[in-house]
């Protein structure tokens, strides 16, 4: 196309609909995009699946050693040397993939929408199929990048999620009260802060702001960050919350207090005023009712349930933990698969 078509090209006038049309067919093309890596991701994770399921078998049947992996990986490079993956340390994986997962149709499901380093940290940092499966589901719900990952299994998220106490059964319909459950923690870890066990609640509310990203994903999907010291007036008088989100799973906006001390039920009193203001003054009429949560640095989980009894609005307890950041050098990354085939050759020869 000349420059002269160009320009009379673009001076064209859209027709009635083009620009409606053209943001369709964009979304068309992206979700085509996406299934297309999608697919060629699950026939990768399969073949793997399958070398793996080859290997054990003959090595079961026909007695083969560990140096048939070595003369299997040097063949393999030889006839595919444009294809990655086919290192002894890779093939060993593959064995081992194919042990943790028996069944093919499992390949299919969660592990199988997974790109393979995702599956090698599921395989080196988990020792059963039920929290395989679990981490599984909540990267593909989440979108987690591989260290990602690695840091909420580190940080053992399945031990802490939808353990805060609460009135959610009592006081929201199904199934947005099993939603809410899930949607909360204890305890919550703010490892990214760097502030002592004497932090004062403002400091923690600015560390958190600060770092909104990191806060919000130890919260976990769904929720948006509204603001923090929100103000709202009552009767004439001032009022300040602490932090508040918006859940988008939930329809809601969610009351965040802080408390650096042990939990009191006279707190919730002060939650409740500020759940009553939101409703009233910032929910509107399409958003479900406001939910609470109350973090504190201990709390007696008797006392707690008590005190969350008689409470007519959706709220929550859970404690947070401060934990000073590690330096850069020391953060968690995956290592490659060619980090770790050269720091395993190097204990081979030392």
């Known amino acids: 196309m000349t420059l002269e078509n160009s320009k009379s090209t673009s001076l064209i006038q859209a027709p009635d609909g083009y620009s409606d049309w053209l943001a369709e067919l964009k979304v068309k093309i992206h979700n085509a995009q996406q ?13 793997y699946w399958q070398i793996g399921r080859d290997i054990l078998s003959r090595q079961a049947e026909q007695g083969w050693g560990a140096k048939v992996i070595e003369r299997l990986a040097h063949d393999l490079r030889n006839l595919f040397p444009n294809m990655k993956g086919f290192s002894r340390t890779n093939l060993l994986y593959m064995r081992s993939f194919a042990e943790s997962w028996a069944d093919k149709q499992i390949v299919q499901q969660a592990v199988g929408q997974l790109p393979w380093g995702h599956n090698l940290v599921l395989l080196d940092k988990l020792s059963t199929q039920e929290a395989r499966i ?16 690695v840091m909420q299994i580190e940080s053992k998220l399945i031990e802490r999620q939808g353990k805060a106490v609460t009135n959610f059964e ?25 502030l002592t066990e004497e932090a004062q609640e403002r400091e923690i509310e600015d560390a958190l702001v ?7 994903l130890e919260l976990g999907a769904g929720f948006a ?13 001032d009022f300040f919350i602490d932090l508040l989100f918006y859940h988008l799973k939930l329809r809601c906006y969610i009351v965040i207090e802080l408390k650096t001390g042990d939990f009191k039920p006279e707190h ?23 939910i ?12 707690a349930e008590y005190a969350l009894s008689d409470k007519t609005q959706p709220m ?9 950041s590690l330096p850069v050098s020391l953060q968690t990354q995956l290592p490659s698969i060619e980090d770790i085939e050269r720091e395993l050759e190097e204990k081979q020869n030392g």
């Open 134 to 149: 679990w981490y599984a589901k909540k990267t593909i719900e989440n979108n987690w990048s591989r260290n990602v990952l």
């Open 210 to 216: 600060k770092q909104v990203t990191e806060f919000l």
């Open 268 to 290: 919730l009193g002060q939650l409740g005023f500020y759940l009553t203001a939101v409703d009233k003054q910032i929910k509107n009429d399409h958003d479900s009712a406001t």
């Open 292 to 303: 609470g949560l109350l973090l504190c640095k201990n709390k007696n989980k008797i006392v």
């Open 170 to 194: 009592l006081r929201l319909p199904k199934p947005q009260s099993d939603l809410a459950i899930e949607s909360l923690k204890d305890p919550y870890r703010f490892d990214f802060l760097g």
């Open 316 to 324: 929550g307890i859970a404690e947070f933990k401060l934990l000073e």
């Open 35 to 47: 299934r297309a890596t999608l697919a060629v991701n699950h026939e990768l994770i399969l073949l």
């Open 225 to 237: 960050y509204v603001g923090k010291q929100v103000h709202i007036e009552v009767g004439g008088d």
